[in-house]
């Protein structure tokens, strides 16, 4: 690839922000926490000691603010890796690139990428409630299968073992194992249920719900509830970490996802109401985040 990057690539919006996130270097900090839900944004800017900028385009809205003298951003991404593809590569091309000369920085500015969300349990003993930090998370979506990337930055073995106890049928796409930030993780996370995240591309049939379609594959969440890498089990399923994950790794990020169990899929539970529980989760990570 040249050092030019043409228009139609690197795309801009006309202030010269970002096409999608419409942010550039100055309004990132160097922790962002990503949600999916917009609304969810307002929940960092009440926090917040003082707001430096914020704005909003389509679903991803973002607050650049001050939190017990910490410079944080708060950032919505929407649901689905599709939509982590776009906001983080954009992140990364805002504080690496130089986005009037179309060209790469020389010097890498490396962001703490921090997913809050709400996720579904695997196991009866995660109950509705629980915190769970991704230690490691399980791509379904086949996202980083359109990179090219060198596979001894991936679990490989972890992933091999995934794929003969899946055996999972030829038209799935093929699955992808990455690992989050060790720093992050017990900075964040210390007391928080540890494993791995499996991510779906979708919410029904990806993850085995049948409503009036039949599944592919009918035991999926059995197939990931039993499989087990040296006590490492996953734990939960969603719809973001896996693209999250890869992309940090590849582009030189930090990352780390801490997701609200609000279901348990094997009991059948759902926590409807868990606002109160997301707003504290959120204040909790801020502190501990303040205090890095």
Same mark, same amino acid.
């Given at each position: 690839?040249?050092?030019?990057?043409?228009?139609?690539?690197?795309?801009?919006?006309? *202030?010269?922000?970002?096409?999608?996130?419409?942010?550039?270097?100055?309004?990132?900090?160097?922790?962002? +926490?990503?949600?999916?839900?917009?609304?969810?944004? /307002?929940?960092?800017?009440?926090?917040?000691?003082?707001?430096?900028?914020?704005?909003?385009?389509?679903?991803?809205?973002?607050?650049?603010?001050?939190?017990?003298?910490?410079? =944080?951003? /708060?950032?919505?991404?929407?649901?689905?890796?599709?939509?982590?593809?776009?906001?983080?590569?954009?992140?990364?091309?805002?504080?690496? =690139?130089?986005?009037?000369?179309?060209?790469?920085?020389?010097?890498?500015?490396?962001?703490?990428?921090?997913?809050?969300?709400?996720?579904?349990?695997?196991?009866?003993?995660?109950?509705?409630?629980?915190?769970? &930090?991704?230690?490691?998370?399980?791509?379904?979506?086949?996202?980083?299968? +359109?990179?090219?990337?060198?596979?001894?930055? +991936?679990?490989?073995?972890?992933?091999?073992?995934?794929?003969?106890?899946?055996?999972? !049928?030829?038209?799935?796409?093929?699955?992808?194992? /990455?690992?989050?930030?060790?720093?992050?993780?017990?900075?964040? &996370?210390?007391?928080?249920?540890?494993?791995?995240? /499996?991510?779906?591309?979708?919410?029904?049939? !990806?993850?085995?719900?049948?409503?009036?379609?039949?599944?592919? =594959? *009918?035991?999926?969440?059995? =197939?990931?509830?039993?499989?087990?890498?040296?006590?490492?089990?996953?734990?939960?399923?969603?719809?973001?970490?896996?693209?999250?994950?890869?992309?940090?790794?590849?582009?030189?990020?930090?990352?780390?996802?801490?997701?609200?169990?609000?279901?348990?899929? !094997?009991?059948?539970? +759902?926590?409807?109401?868990?606002?109160?529980?997301?707003?504290?989760?959120?204040?909790?990570?801020?502190?501990?985040?303040?205090?890095?």
């Amino acid at each position: 690839m040249g050092n030019n990057l043409k228009s139609s690539e690197l795309v801009l919006a006309n *202030d010269g922000s970002l096409y999608h996130i419409h942010l550039t270097d100055k309004h990132i900090a160097d922790t962002v +926490f990503l949600v999916g839900d917009p609304g969810r944004v /307002a929940m960092f800017e009440e926090l917040f000691e003082r707001v430096e900028y914020k704005t909003q385009n389509r679903e991803i809205c973002s607050v650049t603010g001050v939190y017990k003298g910490k410079r =944080i951003t /708060a950032l919505s991404t929407g649901m689905g890796t599709d939509n982590i593809d776009i906001v983080v590569n954009e992140l990364d091309a805002a504080v690496n =690139i130089d986005l009037a000369a179309r060209r790469p920085k020389t010097t890498h500015r490396t962001l703490n990428l921090i997913r809050i969300g709400t996720s579904g349990a695997l196991h009866p003993d995660i109950e509705c409630g629980s915190l769970v &930090a991704s230690e490691y998370a399980l791509g379904l979506d086949g996202l980083l299968n +359109f990179y090219a990337h060198d596979e001894a930055l +991936f679990e490989k073995d972890m992933n091999d073992a995934f794929a003969r106890h899946a055996n999972l !049928p030829p038209q799935f796409q093929k699955t992808y194992l /990455a690992k989050g930030s060790e720093k992050l993780l017990d900075a964040l &996370a210390f007391d928080c249920v540890k494993g791995i995240t /499996a991510t779906a591309c979708g919410f029904y049939g !990806p993850q085995g719900r049948q409503l009036r379609l039949r599944t592919a =594959i *009918d035991d999926i969440n059995h =197939i990931l509830s039993t499989f087990n890498y040296n006590g490492h089990r996953i734990t939960n399923f969603e719809m973001e970490t896996s693209a999250i994950y890869g992309l940090a790794k590849l582009l030189g990020h930090n990352a780390l996802t801490v997701c609200l169990i609000i279901a348990n899929r !094997p009991t059948g539970k +759902f926590l409807s109401d868990y606002h109160p529980q997301m707003k504290q989760t959120i204040t909790t990570m801020m502190d501990r985040v303040a205090a890095m």
